[in-house]
């Protein structure tokens, strides 16, 4: 089974350009996380989408990010424009959403790694 | 403050040493502890998961939560040269399927096993 998969693996832009990142969670899992991990920083929860819908986006930085969920399945998070704070590592991980405790195991992608210049 | 400290390490022991990992956590709700392997150019994989306080081993590995303490550990026996990685500690509030079950993660420990 192919586990959660993230493009592109590493994106170089320059401050004020568009950039928008994807993630393909496994399949059937109806929850869908992004998290974020800055330069010397611990990894940061970012919003969960619930199938289509937001569930919890309080982690999201400022109006520059815009992420969403076509029909439930794949996910873009956009940033624009992006700024050098912007510069990190972004994860996609998802979890079956059925069930207590473990079954809701959240599988995390490789990340993309985003550079600002 | 941060919800979860954990020191970043680096930290290097020989082949065959127990190896010990701590984190100290803030936030009394949370109730699932986890530790994540992360392996470079990798994403986070969960290695360990407990609810609330007690113990649980898994092979070489062994995870312990003391709630009173706000304070969680991993412990590797017999410490193999591809334990090398970072390791993360990490929490959350809610893992039921109703309810938005974020993690906190600590800053992560970097971990080498000299062979």
């Known amino acids: 089974e192919a586990g959660v998969t993230q493009f592109p693996s590493h994106s170089v832009i320059e401050k004020g350009q568009t950039v928008t990142l994807r993630c393909d969670p496994i399949s059937g899992h109806d929850n869908l996380y992004w998290y974020r991990r800055v330069m010397g920083k611990e990894i940061k929860f970012l919003l969960h989408f619930v199938k289509e819908s937001k569930q919890d986006e309080s982690g999201m930085p400022n109006n520059r990010f815009l992420a969403e969920r076509t029909g439930g399945t794949y996910s873009t998070l956009k940033v624009q424009p992006a700024e050098l704070e912007d510069s990190g590592v972004y994860f996609c991980a998802s979890s079956q959403g059925r069930g207590q405790g473990i079954n809701n195991e959240q599988f995390f992608g490789p990340g993309t790694r985003l550079t600002v210049l | 403050q941060k919800e979860v400290e954990q020191d970043p390490g680096p930290l290097s022991v020989p082949e065959g040493a127990i190896v010990s990992l701590n984190c100290t956590y803030s936030?009394?709700?949370?109730?699932?502890f986890m530790w994540y392997r992360q392996y470079s150019r990798k994403g986070p994989e969960l290695l360990m998961y407990?609810?609330?306080?007690g113990n649980k081993e898994d092979g070489r590995f062994t995870a312990q939560v003391d709630k009173s303490s706000k304070y969680i550990s991993l412990f590797i026996r017999d410490s193999q040269p591809s334990d090398s990685a970072t390791y993360l500690c990490?929490?959350?509030?809610?893992?039921?399927?109703?309810?938005?079950?974020?993690?906190?993660f600590g800053s992560g420990t970097r971990l080498s096993i000299r062979p």
């Open positions: 990490a929490m959350s509030a809610k893992g039921g399927v109703s309810s938005a079950s974020k993690i906190i």
């Open positions: 936030n009394s709700a949370f109730q699932y």
């Open positions: 407990t609810y609330s306080s």
